[in-house]
């Protein structure tokens, strides 16, 4: 792997995430990212439903916890996030109750589930360690995916890029995207709640000209990285994750400002129930270990303040201000998609 | 009063048991918005050329492959068997994305040796990928098929004056029609199930629909879609209905010489389907592999999945046993066997879900191993049913009458007359159940016991994230697995032929 940051590339890294003047973020971090080593000891039963896995690095994350703590007994239960938040509301309705977390990797599970009334809120000393931007009450942040338009340098330049999302509908450009993944729909969700509807019909049936599907974002980024299309939509691990396995790849990440383009999604815990367990679980997964963990192996952007966000990602991120619990409101969102013939 | 045939006892609760989850579907559609946009007839469309395609394919390859390994002196027929049938372990998307990833502008093969490929998508690339991973149904129901032969009608038409080839295509292809057939049926409604194919070759299908559905948490409309998908898998059946063949005597199995030309072509065609099947995504996610190294990967996944899908495996064949029977017993008992086949037509995730629903009545069996296996029972019995259907049908009753007039007790007679004639039917059937569960992915998500890993759910978890390379590993081990079962299950079959 890469080598570690030091404090000066911390503090570059944060100022592109929050607008605190450097120094102190470093003070603000020091208070806030706890390490594992301070938490309470986890023992007793426990049940995790996780969506996804991220081949294998969530696993080394619970691993680790598990380690740390051996009496802890712990039961995970891995499927697609969408799949786990079917079957929690399943669980609900039937009056059956197996897991005591939920951890998603999107928010749009979660506000599913929350939607049905069966979570606990976030104990207030759980949520004042993550960024003020994220605080939800019903569910806590822990790790963030970046909207990314990953693009060819050799078919175009970086300035040829268009900065705000929404002009993308009136470029040229050869665009990939996957309209039936999941973090797309969540985008044009967000886009919906940001622009309006008929902008984002506009968007969608410009775009549309010019596009070609995929099935995932990593096919996304491979077809742009291939040179099949100029410039493409996707989670930005995507990009770096391709690049970790052929550094000389084609592919680059551009990013848009302060729009739907830039989203800051976030995998985040809904507390199922009362098991203070629970609670201390998730304060393992916002520890600074777990956190700087993330963001080194599976590049995702740490939610706690004082961990460096992963390498390759341009300067620049302004996400947009979007309640991600509102991203479960999917339905209009693929009335539109459908309308305009991009599913 | 006409009494109540033995086997519909067991075959009638079998059918509500395949019929409830279907019962679930419905329940959950309730309410559920029917318009889906004008896109329905173009998706409805593209689902039936795919699927028609794919069963023309299938049958194209597995039957020559099938009529090869059977009646003729093919070297190493034995393990070529298990190879060929090594496919069904793969799921699909595996073998969807390699060839995606393989061929096409800035390639693996490209970038490899420079060599400049066509790319594999759209309509094209999807069926080549579904006849590449369902083919094996076509093959070993033809197998079985086959093995029913009885050879001397051949001899006969010979010694009227028919060639060889004309004879295997009038007289021995008609009547191995009901194995084609019944793997043929397998083939459509995997296709119409499948999902990751048809989305990974950018196809838009009736599948695709459903899983934006069931991801946007609008089960009540992925339920809708997939019961309007079941009007496809009907007509998938009344076709199939109309391939009936009369019942004929058992005799000699058809034996054929090879010259050395053709041994060696049909060896090479053998090759070449296993090489683009199973070679290539093993040699993409190697190639993968080598650039990222192994993380995380347990014997115990393999172990998990054998496990699984061995109990899977017998317990689908005796409960399809009285299902076979009862289909040649009577309309009731054909309708039956016949409801079996609709659960698989339908995407797993949708089905799983339902399955979901119903365990939630019986907390006990909530995330047990016990309602897992009952899960992939009731989802695969299809391919268990076809297979022993196909062999039960051959074997009359007058021979079992002889033999009871000889003296034999009614186990001797089931044992050494009955036993015999269906036995091929039974490795097949066990063969196709256990390859399918290997492979089987959302039901097993969604329904096994916390914590219980096997090879397909450790697969999703890489490849979702991104991770292929990893998959090489699990997919290196599916298909040694496979391959190792297959032998044993074909060192089973008795090779009850008495040879001229």
Redesign the interface.
């Known amino acids: 792997m890469t080598s570690r940051r030091h404090i000066l590339k911390i503090a570059a890294a944060l100022g592109l995430l929050g607008s605190m003047p450097a120094l102190a973020a470093i003070e603000e971090a020091a208070k806030q990212a706890r390490s594992a080593d301070d938490l309470p000891k986890l023992s007793g039963p426990l ?1 995790v439903y996780l969506g ?6 969530y ?2 994350i619970v691993k680790a916890i598990e380690k740390r703590n051996p009496d802890l007994d712990l ?6 996030s ?2 786990l ?3 929690l ?3 609900a ?2 009056g ?1 109750s ?1 897991a005591d977390l939920f951890w998603s990797i999107d928010a ?1 599970s979660l506000g ?1 589930v929350a939607s049905q009334g069966n979570s606990r809120p976030v104990p207030k000393d759980v949520s004042a360690r993550i960024r003020p931007a994220f605080r939800y009450d019903q569910w806590a942040a822990i790790s963030g995916r970046l909207r990314t338009v990953p693009f060819n340098p050799d078919r175009i330049s970086r300035d040829q890029i268009p900065a705000h999302i929404m002009d993308f509908a009136h470029t040229d450009l050869k665009i990939g995207w996957a309209p ?1 993944y ?1 973090a797309f ?1 969540s985008f044009v969700t967000a886009m919906r709640l940001l622009e309006g509807e008929d902008r984002t019909r506009e968007w969608l049936t410009g775009v549309a000209r010019q596009a ?4 995932g974002e ?2 996304v980024v ?1 077809a742009v ?4 299309v100029d410039l493409g939509f996707a989670n930005h ?2 990009t770096l ?2 690049k ?3 550094p000389d790849a084609t592919v680059d990440i551009a990013l848009t400002n302060n729009d739907a383009g830039s989203l800051v999604n976030s995998s985040g815990v809904l507390l199922l129930n009362d098991n203070p367990l629970a609670v201390d679980f998730l304060r393992y997964l916002l520890s600074r270990e777990v956190q700087s963990y993330l963001a080194r192996e599976a590049y995702e952007i740490p939610m706690v303040s004082g961990v460096a966000p992963p390498d390759g990602l341009p300067p620049g991120i302004h996400p947009p201000d979007v309640d991600l619990t509102r991203l ?1 409101d ?2 209009p ?3 539109l998609m ?2 305009t ?1 991009v ?1 | 009063m006409k009494r109540l045939p033995l086997s519909y006892v067991a075959a009638l609760p079998v059918a509500a048991a395949v019929l409830a989850p279907i019962g679930i579907l419905i329940w959950m559609s309730i309410g559920a918005d029917p318009t ?2 004008g ?1 329905t007839w173009e998706v409805a469309a593209n689902t039936l050329a795919l699927t028609t395609l794919s069963v023309i394919g299938a049958i194209m390859i597995a039957v020559p492959l099938a009529v090869i390994t059977t009646c003729t002196d093919f070297a190493f027929s034995r393990v070529w068997v298990a190879l060929l049938a090594a496919p069904l372990a793969i799921p699909s998307y595996l073998g969807a994305f390699a060839l ?2 393989a061929f ?4 693996e093969i490209e970038s490899l040796i420079g060599l400049p490929t066509p790319r594999v998508h759209g309509l094209f690339g999807a069926t080549l990928v579904m006849v590449l991973y369902t083919y094996p149904f076509v093959f070993l129901a033809t197998r079985a098929a086959l093995q029913s032969l009885d050879a001397n009608v051949v001899d006969a038409a010979r010694t009227l004056g028919l060639p060889l080839s004309a004879a295997l295509i009038r007289i021995v292809l008609p009547r191995a029609a009901n194995g084609i057939a019944a793997g043929a049926v397998l083939v459509a409604l995997y296709t119409l199930s499948d999902f ?1 194919t048809p ?4 196809f838009n299908t009736y599948t ?2 459903i ?9 009540d409309r992925a339920a809708l879609m997939s019961l309007q998908l079941l009007t496809l898998v009907v007509l998938v059946l009344l076709l199939e209905a109309r391939i009936r063949i009369r019942r004929e005597r058992p005799g000699r199995v058809l034996w054929l010489p090879l010259s050395g030309v053709v041994q060696a072509i049909s060896q090479m065609a053998a090759g070449v389907v296993f090489l683009f099947a199973v070679g290539l995504p093993l040699f993409v996610f190697g190639l ?1 592999l080598a ?2 190294g192994v ?2 990967f347990e014997v115990e996944y393999a172990i998990n999945s054998a496990y699984a899908a061995t109990l899977a495996a017998l317990g689908a064949v005796l409960v399809a046993l009285p299902l076979a029977y009862a289909a040649s017993a009577g309309w009731v008992g054909r309708l039956c066997e016949r409801a079996t086949y609709l659960g698989f037509g339908i995407p797993g ?1 949708v089905i ?2 339902a399955l ?2 119903l365990g ?2 019986l ?1 006990l069996l ?2 047990t191993m016990a309602l897992l296996i009952m899960a992939y029972i009731l989802r695969y019995l299809p391919l268990a049913v076809g297979s022993v259907r196909a062999s039960t049908e051959r074997v009359d009753s007058s021979l079992i009458g002889a033999a009871r007039g000889l003296g034999a007790s009614p186990a001797e007679a089931f044992r050494r007359v009955s036993l015999p004639m269906i036995a091929p039917g039974i490795v097949a059937a066990t063969a196709l159940v256990f390859l399918e569960v290997m492979r089987e992915l ?1 039901a097993t ?2 329904l096994r016991p ?2 219980f890993d096997t090879l397909a ?1 450790y697969l999703w ?2 490849y ?4 292929l ?2 998959g090489a590993v699990p997919a290196l081990a599916l298909i040694l697995v496979s391959g190792l079962a297959l032998l044993i299950m074909l060192s089973g079959e008795t090779r009850r032929a008495v040879r001229s």
């Open positions: 049940t996804r896995g991220e081949g294998g690095l696993d080394d039961q995970v239960r891995r499927a697609p969408a799949a938040a079917n079957t509301i399943a669980e309705k039937a059956v197996r749009s599913a039936a999941g729909q070609r599907s995929y099935a990593l096919g491979m990285a291939r040179g099949e691990y995507y994750r391709l970790q396995g052929k479960a999917l339905q969102t693929l009335d459908r309308e013939r599913l | 889906l946009g896109r995606f990833a096409g502008g800035g390639g990751a989305e990974i070759m950018g695709r629909m899983y934006v559905e069931y991801n946007a948490f609008g089960l993968w650039r990222e993380v995380g995730i799983g879900t979901v629903y939630l009545q907390p909530y995330q959302p998500l969604l916390t914590g759910t978890r890489v979702e994230a991104g991770y390379g990893q």
